[in-house]
């Protein structure tokens, strides 16, 4: 008999064993499929923006900066460019048009049914279309077609529901395999991360592969990245147990119907109230829809009077913001030993607001280091609002949770390419950084919309502490 008490302790334990080896499998596979997805995706979309310039100028017989060493004049840049930065805006906003509508019932579908079946075939889809859209786009490249051709990518991209359903996925994941508890932020914050290292990685090598090789090769290195991603994605372990799964015989009407039980009842969620869930939701629609084109952004900025910048020094600036994000995920953790998540996610939007402020006035690099300073954690209101968000919802509603917010995120993408950019190619003739100050605005909706949820967490403090379920 004592010899079965001495053994049965060692079952569970090794139970144990195989449950830690297979969590740290997957956060390993997150970090590897976010970090290339992002390298892979920042480099296709700079290639993309910057080809649509240079073809446009060539087109209009003006000579681009991008591809020809930079002078340290602006003879390169005169402001009969500005003809062709309009043009590449409104160009760009075509991109995002068939890109993203299509995009919006793969969102809802793909987190809805990842309750069903599981978060791994969700993760592989838009990964599987990522690898598509750039292999599309090489071909374009390389034989230097129309730009309207570049709609294919965008196309195959669409239908399989870009980085946004692979974000509710990864989401989903992390739900799987966290707690109910700010862990569970730092570890959506740990998505942000990987995108930042991404971010850095992919910037600056691509603006001088563009410099010294073209636009192919840059292009050809995004194909075969996405191709080891879509490995990697074949290998990661599924994490939402059959156990967990919502069963399966909802017809598709119950199924989307799940999509929309946010909004009408608090029963429907796990903690909190429905005015709560819906305040999130709209901070996240404001604070996102800048973020969702500033890149495109700061490329139409950059190349233009006072910057004048090459495709290198376009990406030494992308790479120092990239770092930004990398740095604010450390702070967040250091902000959770004495701060909650509301309180961080309206100082966050504090933090944006300056950096907008300080960009659209930029006149040289020194403003645009102190603009990347003051946005040292502006970013973290992002993971922290849907950490937020997680924590209102039961484990077996996480994908459809995560539907809603890159359903909405994707909606931002649309909304902020049809807002931004016609601001954009409408007032850089008076004050080309005009759009930075809108961007401000919106992050300031996004910090005011937050206010009525940090007063009720303060009401209720035991809704931060008591939650540490689900192992």
Not at 65 to 84: F, G, M, Y
Not at 217 to 235: K, Q
Not at 344 to 357: D, N, R
Request: net charge neutral.
């Amino acid at each position: 008999m004592d010899s079965l008490k001495e053994k049965t302790p060692l079952i569970p334990n090794n139970e144990d064993a195989i449950l830690k080896s297979r969590k740290k499998r997957v956060h390993f596979c997150l970090c590897l499929i976010t970090i290339l997805h992002y390298v892979t995706s920042i480099i296709g979309s700079l290639v993309v923006s910057e080809y649509t310039f240079q073809y446009i100028s060539d087109q209009e017989g003006e000579s681009s900066q991008l591809t020809s060493r930079h002078a340290s004049s602006n003879e390169n840049c005169s402001s009969h460019q500005n003809e062709a930065q309009h043009k590449s805006a409104q160009w760009n906003a075509y991109y995002e048009y068939v890109e993203y509508v299509p995009a919006l019932l793969v969102v809802i579908f793909g987190g809805v049914m990842s309750d069903y079946y599981g978060r791994k075939l969700f993760i592989i889809l838009p990964v599987l279309g990522t690898f598509l859209q750039y292999f599309a786009t090489l071909v374009v490249l390389q034989y230097n077609l129309h730009i309207k051709y570049l709609f294919v990518g965008c196309v195959l991209a669409g239908i399989t529901g870009t980085h946004y359903t692979l974000n509710v996925a990864l989401c989903g994941t992390i739900a799987d395999v966290s707690n109910y508890d700010n862990s569970r932020t730092f570890k959506i914050a740990l998505l942000h991360l990987y995108a930042g290292l991404g971010s850095v990685m992919s910037q600056l090598s691509t603006g001088y592969m563009i410099k010294y090789l073209g636009f192919t090769m840059p292009c050809l290195v995004a194909v075969t990245l996405s191709f080891l991603n879509l490995l990697v994605g074949l290998c990661i372990p599924e994490t939402l147990d059959k156990s967990k799964r919502k069963p399966n015989k909802d017809n598709l009407y119950q199924k989307l119907g799940r999509f929309f039980a946010f909004y009408t009842s608090s029963s429907n969620l796990r903690d909190g109230k429905v005015w709560q869930f819906v305040l999130c939701l709209l901070a996240l629609f404001v604070i996102i829809s800048p973020y969702t084109t500033r890149q495109s952004m700061d490329i139409l900025y950059f190349v233009g009077q006072p910057f004048c910048f090459s495709s290198e020094e376009i990406g030494w600036y992308n790479s120092l913001s990239g770092l930004t994000i990398v740095v604010s995920v450390f702070l967040l953790k250091l902000l959770h030993f004495c701060l909650n998540d509301e309180i961080i996610a309206i100082l966050s939007c504090f933090s944006g607001i300056a950096c907008f402020c300080v960009e659209g006035l930029a006149s040289g690099w020194w403003m645009l280091g102190i603009a990347i300073g003051c946005g040292v954690i502006a970013l973290n209101s992002l993971p922290v609002i849907k950490g937020i968000m997680s924590r209102l919802v039961n484990e077996k509603e996480q994908g459809a949770l995560f539907a809603n917010v890159y359903l909405l995120e994707t909606l931002c993408r649309l909304f902020g390419s049809t807002v931004f950019f016609n601001i954009y190619a409408e007032t850089q003739y008076f004050m080309r950084g005009f759009v930075y100050f809108v961007y401000a605005g919106f992050i300031a909706m996004g910090g005011i919309s937050m206010i009525p949820v940090l007063i009720s967490a303060h009401r209720n403090p035991k809704k931060v502490t008591e939650i540490s379920i689900q192992g």
